[in-house]
């Protein structure tokens, strides 16, 4: 890991490919920038919808003891992709906190959720997430880490522009990371973040664009561990072009 070490002495590891962790895919967007007039889970990527890509990585890397999916409200099509991969659909809210809230609401009484390592949340958005990457969060999270996030080193210069669009500053890409998925969690710590988050202002709020500023609005320090280029974020024309080339290259 890229982070300090555990934080706490008393966790368990589980064996070997033992089914440990609850794993929720947030896939309720609406996918408006990617131009397809659909919700982004449904556009088709080689042959099968975004969906069912991130599910097959789910399937992949095999060690989701439970599978809950965020979905747009009354989307039928794929709630079936959902049965079909043996995951559980619930109705997503309108933002992806609300849609992390409302599958945390349906994790809540599982009856195997005494025995689960931990929780990753990912966007079905990065289908196709490679297993190590997955491996990794859940790793940490046995290791002791409360809360684990994938990142990849910013290569880029990047600028802090002003309101006015004049450069402010420029910050030192050496300490700057682009964060992925899937996040790692302790249950109990998303469930707290959760709730300290549905009693911040609203103009608060809109500025969390993940899980793990959540966890930081709480002071709990979040782990980093390496992501990798393959899961990159399908949100834009270029991107699911890129998706297509490289689903082409791991068939090739």
């Known amino acids: 890991m890229t982070a300090s070490s555990p934080r706490t002495s008393n966790a368990r590891s589980s064996a070997p490919g033992e089914r440990a ?90 009856p195997e959720r005494s025995g689960l390592r931990g929780i990753l949340v990912h966007d079905a958005a990065r289908c196709l997430a490679p297993p190590a990457v997955f491996d990794a969060v859940a790793a940490a999270l046995e290791a002791g880490e409360r809360a684990v996030i994938p990142v990849l080193p910013v290569t880029d210069t990047v600028k802090a522009v002003d309101a006015e669009g004049y450069v402010a500053s420029t910050p030192q890409r050496a300490g700057l990371r682009i964060v992925q998925t899937p996040q790692g969690f302790d249950l109990a710590t998303l469930e707290a973040a959760h709730r300290e988050a549905a009693l911040l202002p609203a103009e608060v709020a809109l500025g969390i664009t993940d899980d793990a500023m959540l966890a930081e609005t709480l002071g709990i320090p979040v782990a980093t561990v390496p992501g990798s280029e393959e899961s990159l974020k399908i949100t834009v024309p270029l991107d699911l072009l890129l998706a297509r080339t490289l689903l082409e290259g791991r068939s090739g």
């Not at 794993?23 to 990617?34: D, F, I, K, P």
């Not at 097959?56 to 599978?67: M, T």
């Not at 809950?68 to 659909?89: F, K």
């Open 21 to 110: 962790f609850v794993v929720m895919v947030v896939a309720a967007g609406s996918g408006e920038r990617l131009g397809h007039g659909m919700p982004k889970a449904r556009v088709d990527l080689g042959g099968r919808t975004i969906l069912e890509r991130a599910l097959e990585s789910v399937e992949a890397w095999g060690r989701a003891a439970r599978v809950v999916v965020t979905l747009p409200a009354g989307d039928a099509e794929l709630a079936e992709v959902c049965r079909r991969h043996g995951a559980e659909a619930v109705e997503g809210g309108g933002t992806r906190a609300a849609s992390v809230a409302a599958g945390l609401e349906r994790i809540a009484g599982l």
